[in-house]
């Protein structure tokens, strides 16, 4: 690789931003050149390793014995993903005698210990600009999966789990939990909430690098929340609806652990990379016609699958679906019997050695039914500023139709049950007729509908054959 000569000013600023290592857990010879790298929690507070099973802690021995070094994260039973910074001295690789891993516990300290015999960087790791700071490690031994020790789906570029700017994310560790706190990190894993920012963001200093395969977060209320020393090599991860999913691995950040931007390895940009080397995919469900919605038929699949793994699939009521297979990574999913029942989806994937994954997916109809919204005088259409809102009352499938009373052609809703309101200006006084039901019903002031508050008409069920009139006088 070509050297790259830079200013000096940089390489110092540079060096004072990394996030990874605490000074104390550093090899003698670094801890000069790294005083302020950052990496553990800041404003965060304490969580059990059952609520983050994939959390792993890296060990560095360290002249006498084994010290902290940073995070690491949970693939399977064999691999770890770290940042490269973590298993480096400088520019150069750890020996895997002076590498342990530990799993399964709350502190640090007590988790199992584990081996290694293998240790990948990524060949395009650069320890001075900390791009393409990612590296994957394989345990001597394989750990068996319980409660406090699981691994975690990894975001890819080709499926939805792709963090983007406004994400609200999660980044745990064991690192310092004070501001500039060298020497203040903790046993107890702790977990700060973040947001993704964009590349461009302009709380990012001019100084960090903005590489696309790196992910930035901030703090969401300013208040100084974040990662700082002794996080590095840890999990960000982002709650997609059906738990968890690896987004980021701690790198750098400011170096005094106060309010500002921090800086991942975006996992989706490394998702081949991380395939490639460990055989390990991503293993998540994902449709190509919408993600909870459908009618009709739709693709559903699994989004790289480990190398060896089998996928079986099934739907709770087969009478009101058909599968174009029971095995194999995709499935066409076809509605029949009840157009508009929910469905109910599911994934089994096992892994060598029997380990089975299950994922179900909630889908609910898009099949819809026309209804008929008007506003009569004497039986003929009049103009009559407003209209109704259905608002659905299922808190799984919370949707909502509309539509004014001057509507030409018939609105379609998906058939439900909904809480009906009516959108009238206001001191307007009609009758309401919902499906052979009158009421009469005074406007509050709206000028269209779902603008001020509407008149709660009642719950009510559509199927088929539903209208709703205002009868004027």
Not at 6 to 22: H, M, P, R
Not at 166 to 186: E, H, K, L, N, R
Not at 388 to 398: C, D, E, T, Y
Not at 404 to 426: C, F, H, K, Q, R
């Amino acid at each position: 690789m070509k050297k790259t000569i830079i200013s000096l000013s940089l390489i110092l600023a540079l060096s004072i931003y990394f996030i990874g290592c605490k000074k104390k857990d550093l090899p003698e010879n670094q801890q000069e050149k790294k005083v302020n790298d950052k990496t553990s929690i800041i404003g965060g507070e304490p969580i059990n390793i059952l609520n983050a099973p994939y959390q792993a802690a890296f060990f560095v021995h360290k002249g006498i014995s084994f010290g902290f070094q940073g995070g690491g994260v949970i693939l399977s039973e064999n691999w770890i993903l770290t940042a490269a910074h973590v298993v480096s001295n400088g520019s150069q690789q750890l020996p895997l005698s002076l590498v342990n891993v530990r799993t399964g516990s709350t502190d640090a300290n007590l988790g199992t210990n584990r081996t290694v015999d293998q240790i990948i960087r990524h060949p395009n790791y650069n320890p001075t600009t900390l791009e393409n700071d990612i590296a994957l490690v394989h345990l001597s031994s394989p750990m068996t999966f319980n409660a406090s020790t699981a691994a975690i789906s990894y975001s890819t570029s080709t499926s939805i789990p792709y963090a983007q700017a406004g994400y609200a994310a999660i980044a745990s560790g064991w690192g310092d939990t004070v501001q500039s706190g060298i020497g203040s990190s903790t046993n107890q894993l702790n977990s700060v909430g973040v947001k993704v920012i964009p590349n461009n963001d302009g709380s990012i200093p001019g100084y960090m690098n903005r590489s696309e395969s790196i992910l930035f977060t901030n703090s969401p209320d300013n208040q100084n929340h974040g990662t700082c020393n002794g996080d590095s090599g840890g999990p960000l991860t982002i709650n997609f609806g059906d738990g968890p999913v690896l987004a980021g691995i701690v790198s750098f950040g400011t170096p005094t652990c106060l309010n500002g931007p921090a800086g991942y390895a975006r996992v989706s940009y490394f998702a081949d990379w991380i395939y490639t080397n460990s055989g390990v995919g991503s293993d998540r469900l994902y449709g190509n016609y919408g993600i909870n919605y459908f009618c009709g038929s739709a693709n559903y699949q699994i989004v790289q699958p480990s190398t060896g793994t089998t996928v079986s699939w099934s739907v709770s009521n087969p009478s009101n679906a058909t599968l174009s297979t029971s095995t194999g990574n995709s499935v066409t999913v076809t509605r029949t019997g009840d157009l508009y029942a929910d469905l109910n989806l599911t994934a089994t994937i096992t892994f060598p050695g029997g380990r089975t994954k299950v994922i179900n997916k909630k889908i609910f109809s898009d099949c819809k039914v026309p209804i008929v919204v008007q506003a009569l005088r004497g039986g003929m259409p009049r103009p009559l500023m407003g209209g109704v809102k259905f608002i659905s009352n299922n808190p799984q499938n919370p949707r909502e139709f509309g539509s004014d009373w001057m509507s030409v052609d018939e609105p379609e809703i998906v058939p439900g049950t909904y809480n009906l309101y009516a959108y009238l200006d206001n001191g307007v006084s009609v009758s309401v007729n919902v499906n052979g039901t009158s009421q009469n019903v005074v406007g509050q002031g709206v000028g269209s509908v779902g603008i001020g508050n509407g008149v709660f008409l009642g719950t009510v069920t559509v199927n088929s054959g539903f209208y709703v009139k205002a009868i004027l006088p």
